[in-house]
């Protein structure tokens, strides 16, 4: 969930593409899944209830213009974290993004719904998506974009090896690092 009490600040992160993931496994009662058509309904919904978006119709015409015009990438690099009953509860995308023709790997929207909190998904499904990573790009760290309103993900992308950049992925300087900075240690 999204604390906006806090100032905004925009973060950059990456990770060593090859750096070794942590084994961290869902607990009982879930399992993974990749999108599979009309799934962005879900997503939509996931994203709405940690506050990514004001509704659920604003989700989606993201996602339309986001995700929608490339369905191969998405049965390979969007996630899902299911309950047994068939619920997706979580998600999170290991994307890309393009700069100057080269592709670089985004760890893209990890959102859990708020009830299923504090359940070890999110460190789960983070463990997933970094795995896939490897198998797409060669070549690049691993970059990810956040803001301080999601500090306590930050704690978890930084056990998970992800470090504050001060620049953004296109290499320009990032205006909000020194403010992120003091702003997620002071939350931290």
Same mark, same amino acid.
């Given at each position: 969930?999204?604390?906006?009490?806090?100032?905004?600040?925009?973060?950059?992160?990456?990770?060593?593409?090859?750096?070794?993931?942590?084994?961290?496994?869902?607990?009982?009662?879930?399992?993974?899944?990749?999108?599979?058509?009309?799934?962005?309904?879900?997503?939509?919904?996931?994203?709405?209830?940690?506050?990514?978006?004001?509704?659920?119709?604003?989700?989606?015409?993201?996602?339309?213009?986001?995700?929608?015009? +490339?369905?191969?990438?998405?049965?390979?690099?969007?996630?899902?974290?299911?309950?047994?009953?068939?619920?997706?509860?979580?998600?999170?995308?290991?994307?890309?993004?393009?700069?100057?023709?080269?592709? +670089?790997?985004?760890?893209?929207?990890?959102?859990?719904?708020?009830?299923?909190?504090?359940?070890?998904?999110?460190?789960?499904?983070?463990?997933?998506?970094?795995?896939?990573?490897?198998?797409?790009?060669?070549?690049?760290?691993?970059?990810?974009?956040?803001?301080?309103?999601?500090?306590?993900?930050?704690?978890?992308?930084?056990?998970?090896?992800?470090?504050?950049?001060?620049?953004?992925?296109?290499?320009?300087?990032?205006?909000?690092?020194?403010?992120?900075?003091?702003?997620?240690?002071?939350?931290?």
């Amino acid at each position: 969930m999204l604390d906006k009490s806090l100032p905004y600040a925009e973060i950059w992160m990456t990770r060593p593409l090859q750096e070794t993931v942590p084994e961290t496994s869902l607990a009982e009662g879930f399992h993974f899944e990749t999108y599979l058509p009309q799934a962005e309904e879900d997503w939509a919904e996931i994203e709405t209830s940690v506050g990514e978006f004001k509704n659920k119709e604003e989700a989606l015409t993201y996602f339309q213009k986001a995700f929608s015009p +490339y369905p191969e990438e998405l049965t390979e690099r969007m996630f899902f974290v299911v309950t047994d009953e068939g619920e997706r509860i979580a998600t999170c995308s290991a994307w890309q993004k393009q700069i100057l023709g080269e592709n +670089y790997p985004v760890f893209h929207w990890l959102a859990v719904k708020p009830g299923y909190q504090g359940k070890g998904i999110a460190k789960a499904l983070i463990a997933k998506v970094l795995q896939k990573f490897p198998d797409l790009n060669k070549n690049s760290p691993i970059y990810l974009h956040t803001q301080t309103w999601s500090y306590p993900a930050i704690k978890l992308y930084r056990r998970f090896g992800f470090d504050f950049i001060s620049e953004n992925m296109d290499g320009s300087p990032n205006p909000d690092y020194e403010k992120a900075v003091k702003i997620i240690e002071e939350y931290s």
